[in-house]
């Protein structure tokens, strides 16, 4: 093979790890801004090892080193490094694609977890005094002002300890305030799930440019 081959396919694998890199970069930095900005993860306990924003920042680390090492064996030309890069991108593609069937899979069981984890929540919120599990009730009053419902099922969950952030409209200082009358259970797993499916997607498109 002419020097003039050799150089074009090194220009193409160095151009596609930087693409694949690049895309690496941008699922951590997603990932992170999911981390940092989401405002239910002390409610759902039961499946935290696979949370979005958890698999996103592990997912696209791993991507952005072994890229790294495609990138860096291709310019110096070195053929362990190129082995090694091969190999652990097959291996890389094949987790991510179980990955995304368990997303897609896992995201039709989320059921039989939120209905246990929002009233488990909802207890300690009540149960607490105003200096305990001040993460719990931030959340849950996030939740329901949020998406504008109030408890598990409904209000009567509260068990007439009803919080402000229940509250439709101000003034919400008065006895007996108007509130949601829709409960968080539907609201919350339709937007985790719609998150999961939107993650599912995000590994297969990574899977298929790599």
Not at 43 to 49: A, E, M, Q, V
Request: glycine share 6%; net charge negative.
């Amino acid at each position: 093979m002419n020097r003039s081959c050799v150089n074009c396919l090194k220009s193409l694998v160095l151009s596609l790890n930087f693409l694949c890199w690049l895309c690496g970069a941008f699922v951590v930095a997603f990932g992170e801004f999911q981390m940092i900005h989401s405002k239910f993860a002390s409610l759902i306990t039961s499946f935290w090892p696979i949370y979005p924003a958890n698999t996103l920042v592990v997912t696209g680390t791993i991507v952005t080193c072994v890229c790294y090492l495609g990138m860096l064996g291709g310019m110096k030309e070195n053929r362990c490094m190129l082995i090694s890069f091969f190999v652990l991108l097959f291996v890389l593609m094949l987790v991510e694609l179980a990955m995304a069937c368990v997303f897609l899979v896992y995201s039709r069981k989320i059921d039989a977890y939120f209905e246990e984890d929002l009233m488990r929540s909802l207890d300690i919120y009540r149960q607490s005094s105003s200096e305990n599990n001040t993460d719990i009730k931030k959340d849950f009053d996030t939740v329901q002002h949020l998406f504008r419902c109030c408890g598990v099922h409904g209000e009567a969950d509260w068990k007439g300890d009803t919080p402000i952030s229940c509250c439709t409209a101000d003034p919400c200082n008065t006895i007996n305030p108007p509130n949601w009358p829709e409960g968080c259970l539907v609201k919350l797993r339709d937007w985790f799930a719609s998150n999961y499916v939107s993650t599912g997607a995000g590994v297969v498109t990574l899977f298929i440019i790599q």
